[in-house]
T-cell receptor, first 115, second 114 residues
Framework: ETGVTQTPRHLVMGMTNKKSLKCEQH?????MYWYKQSAKKPLELMFV???????ENNSVPSRFSPECPNSSHLFLHLHTLQPEDSALYLC??????????????FGSGTRLTVV | GQQVMQIPQYQHVQEGEDFTTYCNSS?????IQWYKQRPGGHPVFLIQ?????EVKKQKRLTFQFGEAKKNSSLHITATQTTDVGTYFC??????????????FGQGTILTVHP
């Protein structure tokens, strides 16, 4: 258990489905992040939230919609995804953002398969 | 955007051999971090380097930050099978749109043969 909990661990969805990924942290961190990890690609930053405000949207398609209702919870709403969106989606939290950047605590990830 | 280049992409070693992975940025970093991801797992924070020329050790692992704060290395002495996994560096830059976020390198996948 890392202190950052992601659910579900695995998700298979059709291209017309709507689903949500959930992330929860109880570390007292005030920054939360969504990363995408695909095979043979570096970790790609998707969204950054600081104190529940989105401070970064890294040119992510609108079929991915984040939500941060409070500093402990982060969601990623998915709709009309494409097969190339299949990947491991990782949530992370840290103290910050700020300078210097503190170490991230990652959740175990959600393995998403789009069929 | 700012990038961190990491080499090599793969490294296969015999147990007991040493291993090194390198990261390089074209611009000065404010700090660099290192993470390890075991097969099937998630990245786990190892260490953060902030000062120019900084060297930190964790048992058999030695982390270095270059004098110009543009490069870093992770060296493992006498690898063990428990060292297998992907090692990522992650850089942060102060100011501008990069403020407060990490950019990860491609990672080095380490395989250790017993």
């Amino acid at each position: 258990e890392t202190g950052v909990t992601q659910t579900p661990r695995h998700l298979v969805m059709g291209m017309t489905n709507k689903k949500s990924l959930k992330c929860e942290q109880h570390l007292g961190h005030n920054a939360m992040y969504w990363y995408k990890q695909s095979a043979k690609k570096p970790l790609e930053l998707m969204f950054v939230y600081s104190l529940e405000e989105r401070v970064e949207n890294n040119s992510v398609p609108s079929r991915f919609s984040p939500e941060c209702p409070n500093s402990s919870h982060l969601f990623l709403h998915l709709h009309t995804l494409q097969p190339e969106d299949s990947a491991l989606y990782l949530c992370a939290s840290s103290q910050g953002p700020g300078h210097p950047v503190y170490g991230y605590t990652f959740g175990s990830g959600t393995r998403l398969t789009v069929v | 955007g700012q990038q961190v280049m990491q080499i090599p992409q793969y490294q296969h070693v015999q147990e007991g051999e040493d291993f090194t992975t390198y990261c390089n940025s074209s611009t000065t970093l404010s700090n660099i971090q290192w993470y390890k991801q075991r097969p099937g797992g998630h990245p786990v924070f190892l260490i953060q380097l902030v000062k120019s020329g900084e060297v930190k050790k964790q048992k058999r692992l030695t982390f270095q930050f270059g004098e110009a704060k543009k490069n870093s290395s992770l060296h493992i002495t006498a690898t063990q099978t428990t060292d297998v996994g992907t090692y990522f560096c992650a850089g942060a830059w102060a100011g501008g749109t990069s403020y407060g976020k990490l950019t990860f390198g491609q990672g080095t996948i380490l395989t250790v043969h017993p």
